[in-house]
């Protein structure tokens, strides 16, 4: 299963009971309440769908449209 | 702002110099208060089980080493703040260390790694970290990481961990190494844009409101928290039942388990505080969002998270509620806990921000190295200032509790205990539906201080008190029964008297449950009177008619008594029912009426409710046989007793005096009415009348001792009840009297007493307990919701058991309030005391006072008795009472009480007082009494205590020299518009760190002797730190600065610097001389071993600049004999560097340093011998002194202050002498711009060719002015006649040039 944009926005969203419409692409993730352990969670679960960022890598920039630049880059990278 | 910090933020750093980030500076105070602390060294090791490739594990480190440059960071204690560089050379490495051949190489490498982690580290030379592979085996190997908590925090060693793993994975398997860090440099930028940004400010706004009214933090023990070099540590593993319970339960309330248990873990200490709120410290790890997320370094910040109680509310709410704090702070988390304190004014002495520490880790997993099977353990994670739970999950089963503690705070025990309770805890949170259903004790401590504890089941025939008073009467009718002024009643006098009033009572309707009221002065009529009233089957009621009479007639209209025996003015409202003692029967002519039964009451007494209604306390007859039956067997009373009855009636303690003695056949003595308020009075009574047995009051027992008379008495038994009897009352008692004493607690409601503790000479408990229940007696100590609490928790009393009073007369309602069922055994009452109290781990109960006068000032639970002790241990007053007084609102104080000669100084008091107590509970006034009030019963009526006038104990002035000194610079460093009392705290008055350590300068300054940061910190109140520094005041005069000279603040002062032997002592005289300027000593910092030695000479003068610009901004003069000379030009070149203006620079015979270099080297003997001229003598002239102890013999019989150097200053100047030789024969001059002032010793250097030209490459000019002396005169009363006004000539023409 490949990881997108959108279904990474639908993870977030369900993790912090949100309806994904209300999470903006830009939106500082930690102002919605996402915390580290959620995002850990968070992680785990794309690592097993072949995401290989780690939990500092994600922490860096803390939204949905920084997260999908660093998984592009890894991408055009490996 | 202080002055200090707006200097620092325009001051520019030397090159690769940084700011520390504020993450940084917190820590860099901890570490200042006591750099020996090596607590900041987070230490863990890797288990690696598996065949190891070393080289590749090497190559991996290196690799990682390359990318973490905050590994090689070193720190420095600039002359404004601290500053911090990356400094390649401090880099560590790895060192690897083969213990295969030892017998038990693990346990080798663990103490290895232990003794490193306890080494401090020297943060301005490093390296600030080590890390050693140790191999084990051939297929086990520790790796040992160990870095100071100024570079890395937790999450900054997971991530270098990780990356040695991820590296060697990578390298073994051939694929890419993954993204290296980011340099620290990206953590610095970030913490300096998050200073300016608008997200601190509205940070600072959330936590401004979120702290609002913020109670006085508390923690689960009182005291300071300060870390010690280590702390204890208990290690549980929670088992995969309260694992997933925990995620079932999370899942369930809709919050995630790490919250969950955090809340969980905030409610039990929470409560084991006693409190409404408890502030816990939460680490936030400060990454989320964060450019350097994934830099190395150190961001952790620890949060402080309001929990309050909602133990009341189902556990799913409750969660909900603090998991939404817990979010709020985390999105303000940025935002500095050591900010905070700064903005709320907590810093230093007791107070504190947060109490324990909560630290969740959801996802400790260990790193991976490909191949090999990983363990973590953890060594040393920071600084415990007082209790941190942490719980490590690794995401899926298992979860691991530390309890790591303070040492200072909490015994092995207690850690031990608190582990072992918490779990309980966490098990039964996690079923329950509310936390007030969960009991705070663990269901060990409930078993055994529930049930096993109260097991005092004891068989007591069941019988009524007439019973046994009358089976005395008819076995011993010829003994002595009551004496009374001389007069005797035998046991048969008394069985026909009291028989024949009572057939009288009977005739006017006493009977079962019905009362008889006694309104009689102590007498014989009195006891005839009592025992009447019994043998009618009636109950007694005692009255005092000196009572008013509003209240009498209340207690009789309430009570309607059948007959009132007294006189009949006693209460004229009852005329009618008097039944006076002339009109008494004196033989029976009947006695077959019916007599009570063990259920019947025996007696009603009204105590005094607190809405001011007496309340009628009935007590039944089972009940007091009990407590008299306890009484005499448990203390072996009979025939030949003699008990004194000197309580009045109206005070339950009477009841055992009046009957104890008919039921053992022993004499009881009745005290004249009023002698109860007579220490002389009873003094003489026990000697006359051979009393065993008395009973006191505690505060009527302190006056009694304090009657001269009353020493070397003897008696069986002295019984002490009705107030707090202190352990300085038993100490005294025990010095004075020859008897046993024995400490005696219950409540009017419980017939008498209920629990007892035998106060003995050998007994050094302090609080003095009230000890253990009596027969078929339960004492629970309960919280708020019923349920038992551990040792140490303070609750309420409760009381159960046989000798459980009926209730309130006619008062069901008030009875209610007070009797409830025992929710622990079906069909028992309990009383609720209203007293609050605490178990001790042996089972024995301590009274902590009624709950509605529990003391606790600035959140510290204080035991008033202890100031007490510590009050009359001084030997100083005669009695003394403490109390807690709010004669302000919300200005509670203590307040001590004395009564004492009035030659005594109140000072001398406190000072013997804070030898004993910790400041916190020094009392912030002294009332002097003649003597102590005391209510009618002989207790201490503590209403009738008058308010101190507080003002003058606040406002006393500074008086000792010290104290005037902290003042002023108080009052310099704080800006404050007046000086500050003798009781002004440096951090209430707007200090913090940053002032802190101006402050402490200056005191270096201005004494000589180093208070370190930490005593400003321990003690911010100027006559508490004047106090400490008297006592550290053994290096005196030995800092790198010392105020020679006080002058005038408005002249420029002088700086006079130190010749070879470091120190500046030697230039009194000249400083004297200088007419009314400031004038400073520039002292080597050799004298002090710690220090490491200036690399350069030019180093050395940059110090010294450092130094100087702190002490003074404007034009500098500079003066330096010899080596000083030396010096003096070396800073004022480099002043001239940094722009700043040089006034005048006056060598004191000195000459460049080319002129000695071709001088042999000096050694220990030579440099002892230069003591010699630095005390001014000429060492040519004495070529015998040769040894230490013949020149410092010589020294001292000169009368040199050389002479009376402590051994460690010597050593120093003798340091200072071979340090300084190497410098000068290192340092090649820099030329000075302007002219130097050569002062010649015009009588010495005959044969030298040492001219003051020789400085003319140097400077742009040379004058020379010649003094008639030789070398080492120079700084002598004779020469400084001639040095002195030359000095102050040219300071006139250069201040006049206005060169500034």
New interface residues.
């Given amino acids: 299963m490949t990881i997108t944009l959108e279904k990474m926005r639908a993870d977030v969203a369900a993790i912090i009971h949100e309806d994904p419409s209300e999470i903006g692409f830009d939106d500082n993730l930690m102002d919605l309440g996402l915390d580290s352990m959620r995002l850990m969670n968070l992680i785990l679960t794309w690592q097993e769908a072949g995401v290989d960022l780690d939990f500092g890598e994600f922490a860096e920039e803390f939204t949905l449209s920084g997260w999908w630049r660093a998984i592009e880059a890894k991408r055009a990278n490996a | 702002m202080t002055s200090l910090s707006a200097n620092l933020i325009g001051s520019a750093m030397p090159s690769g110099e940084q700011l520390l980030t504020e993450a940084q500076a917190g820590l860099w105070y901890v570490q200042q208060i006591d750099l020996s602390n090596p607590i900041l060294n987070a230490s863990q090791y890797v288990e690696l089980a598996g065949v190891l490739d070393v080289d590749l594990f090497r190559q991996a480190f290196a690799q990682m080493l390359e990318e973490a440059d905050c590994l090689s960071l070193t720190f420095h204690n600039g002359a404004f703040c601290p500053s911090q560089r990356l400094d390649a050379s401090t880099r560590p490495f790895l060192e690897i260390l083969d213990l295969r051949s030892e017998a038990d190489p693990a346990s080798a490498a663990l103490t290895l790694m232990q003794a490193d982690t306890a080494r401090p580290v020297d943060l301005g030379k490093g390296p600030i970290s080590r890390f050693t592979l140790f191999r084990l085996s051939e297929d086990r190997h520790y790796w040992y990481e160990r870095i100071h908590h100024l570079a890395i925090d937790g999450y900054g060693i997971v ?1 270098v961990t990780n990356r040695v793993g991820e590296i060697y994975s990578a390298l073994k398997s051939g694929t890419g190494t993954g ?1 290296p860090f980011a340099p620290f440099a990206q953590a610095i930028d970030e913490g300096v844009a998050y200073l300016s940004d608008d997200r601190r400010r509205r940070d600072a706004e959330f936590w401004r409101n979120e702290l609002a009214s913020l109670p006085e933090v508390v923690s689960l023990a009182g005291g300071r928290a300060v870390s010690e070099h280590s702390f204890r540590r208990e290690t549980r593993h929670l088992s995969t039942d309260i694992f997933s319970a925990l995620v079932a339960r999370a899942e369930r309330a ?1 919050v ?4 969950l248990l955090t809340a969980l873990v905030a409610s039990y200490c929470r409560r084991y505080a006693a409190t409404a709120e408890i502030v816990a410290g939460v680490p936030h ?1 400060g ?5 350097a ?2 830099v190395p370094c150190t961001l952790m910040n620890v949060l402080p998270v309001r929990f309050e109680n909602t133990d009341y509310l189902p556990v799913d709410d409750a969660a909900v509620i603090h998991a939404k704090r817990l ?1 709020a702070c ?2 303000h988390g940025r935002y500095r806990s050591e900010q905070l304190r700064r903005d709320l004014g907590l810093i230093g002495g007791q107070r504190r921000l947060f109490g324990p520490l909560i630290n969740v880790q ?2 400790d997993m260990p790193p991976k190295f490909d191949g090999l099977d990983v363990a973590l353990h953890i060594l040393g994670a920071g600084a415990v200032d007082d209790i941190t739970f942490t719980f490590r999950g690794d ?1 899926k089963t298992s979860l691991m509790m530390e309890v790591d503690s303070n040492p200072a705070l909490y015994s092995e025990q207690d850690t031990k205990d608190h582990s072992a309770r918490l779990i309980s805890y966490l098990e039964s949170a996690l079923q329950a539906e509310r936390l007030a259903d969960v009991p705070l004790a663990s269901p060990n401590e409930r078993q055994r201080y529930l049930f096993d504890a109260n097991a005092t089941g004891h068989a007591v025939e069941d019988v009524t008190l007439v019973e046994l008073i009358e089976r005395t009467m008819h076995t011993y009718p010829d003994a002595p029964a009551v004496v009374f002024e001389g007069q005797t009643l035998t046991y048969a006098e008394l069985d026909r008297r009291s028989l024949a009033l009572a057939s009288q009572l009977v005739e006017r309707g006493a009977g079962p449950d019905r009362l008889v009221a006694v309104a009689l002065p102590r007498s014989l009529e009195l006891i005839i009177a009592l025992f009447a009233i019994l043998r009618s089957g009636a109950a007694y009621l005692p009255l005092d008619v000196s009572h008013p009479k509003e209240r009498l007639s209340r207690i009789l209209s309430s009570a309607q008594p059948v007959v009132i025996l007294g006189e009949k003015n006693s209460a004229d409202l009852f005329e009618d029912a008097h039944l006076p003692p002339s009109r008494w029967r004196q033989g029976a002519q009947r006695t077959d009426w019916p007599v009570s039964s063990p259920d019947n009451l025996a007696y009603v007494i009204y105590t005094s409710g607190s809405t001011g209604e007496p309340k009628g306390v009935m007590i039944e007859h089972r009940a007091i046989v009990n407590r008299l039956e306890w009484m005499r067997q448990h203390y072996s009373f009979g025939q030949q007793d003699r008990i004194l009855q000197k309580t009045p009636a109206t005070f339950d303690v009477s009841v055992w005096e009046f009957f104890l003695p008919a039921l053992c056949s022993a004499t009881l003595v009745v005290a004249p009415p009023e002698a109860h308020r007579d220490p002389l009075a009873i003094a003489r009574i026990i000697r006359d009348e051979n009393i065993t047995t008395l009973h006191f009051v505690p505060s009527m027992l302190s006056a009694f001792m304090a009657e001269p008379s009353v020493e070397g008495l003897a008696v069986s038994r002295v019984f002490c009840s009705g107030e707090e009897l202190t352990a300085e009352q038993r100490d005294r008692f025990h010095r004075l009297i020859k008897g046993e004493l024995h400490n005696l607690y219950g409540p009017t409601e419980a017939a008498v007493d209920v629990s007892y503790w035998e106060a003995s000479a050998s007994d050094s408990s302090s609080p003095l307990p009230i000890g253990w229940p009596v027969w078929n007696t339960k004492l629970y100590v309960l919280d708020d919701h019923l349920h038992p609490l551990p040792p140490g928790v303070a609750g309420h009393l409760y009381l159960g058991g046989v000798q459980l009073a009926r209730g309130y007369l006619g008062r069901d309602d008030l009875t209610s309030d007070r009797f409830f069922p025992d929710p622990f055994i079906d069909g028992h009452r309990i009383y609720k005391t209203g007293d609050m109290a605490k178990l001790r781990a042996d089972g024995a109960i301590v009274y902590l006072g009624r709950s509605d006068h529990q003391v606790k000032i600035r959140g510290l639970r204080i035991e008033l008795g202890e100031i007490e002790v510590a009050i009359m241990a001084s030997g100083l007053v005669r009695e003394a009472v403490v109390m807690a007084r709010e004669d302000r609102p919300g200005d509670k104080r203590i307040v001590a009480y004395v009564v004492a000669s009035p030659s005594l100084v109140i000072e001398t008091l406190r000072d013997s007082i804070s030898k004993k107590v910790p400041d916190y509970m020094m009392p912030a006034a002294f009332v002097r009494l003649d003597a102590l009030p005391v209510t009618s019963n002989g207790k201490l009526d503590r209403r009738a205590l008058p308010a101190p006038v507080i003002e003058m104990a606040a406002g006393r002035r500074a008086s000792s020299p010290l104290e005037q000194l902290l003042a002023t610079l108080f009052k310099e460093i704080l800006e404050l518009d007046s000086e500050p009392t003798a009781e002004s705290d440096f951090f209430s008055l707007g200090g913090d760190s940053l002032s802190a350590v101006q402050l402490c300068l200056r005191i270096r300054t201005e004494t000589g002797s180093d208070p370190g940061l930490g005593a400003i910190f321990e003690h911010p109140v100027i006559c508490d730190l004047a106090k400490a520094l008297e006592k550290a005041g053994s290096d005196e005069g030995l800092g790198p600065i010392i105020r020679l000279q006080r002058g005038h603040p408005n002249l420029a002062p002088i700086f006079l610097i130190h010749p070879a032997g470091g120190i500046a002592w030697g230039y009194r005289h000249l400083a004297q001389q200088l007419g009314g300027r400031p004038v400073f000593g520039i002292q080597s910092p050799t004298l002090s071993a710690a220090a490491p030695s200036p690399e350069s000479l030019e180093a050395l003068a940059s110090a010294y600049a450092d130094l100087i610009c702190l002490h003074h901004d404007g034009v500098y003069h500079l003066v330096g004999w010899s080596v000083g000379g030396i010096l003096a030009q070396a800073i004022a070149v480099e002043l001239q560097r940094r722009q700043q203006p040089v006034g005048l620079v006056a060598l004191l015979d000195s000459y460049p340093c080319d002129c000695w270099r071709a001088e042999p080297e000096p050694d220990e003997t030579a440099a002892l011998r230069a003591l010699l001229a630095i005390a001014g003598h000429d060492p040519l002239a004495h070529p015998e002194l040769v040894s230490k102890d013949a020149i410092i013999g010589f020294l001292k019989q000169d009368g040199s202050s050389l002479g009376g150097l402590p051994d460690a200053a010597l050593d120093g100047v003798i340091r200072s002498v071979l340090d300084t030789n190497r410098l000068v024969r290192g340092h090649y001059h820099k030329r000075f711009d302007g002219t130097l002032t050569h002062f010649r010793a015009a009588l010495d250097h005959k044969d030298k060719n040492l001219t003051p030209t020789l400085w003319a490459t140097f400077c742009a000019g040379v004058e020379t002015v010649d003094v008639t002396c030789l070398h080492p005169q120079m700084t002598s009363a004779n020469a400084v006649h001639t040095i002195a006004p030359e000095i102050l000539f040219r300071l006139t023409v250069i201040e006049q040039k206005g060169l500034a």
């Fill in positions: 991530l993204t809709k995630t388990w790490p919250d790890m990454r989320l969002g964060s450019k997320a994934r979010m985390r999105r959801p996802f995401a």
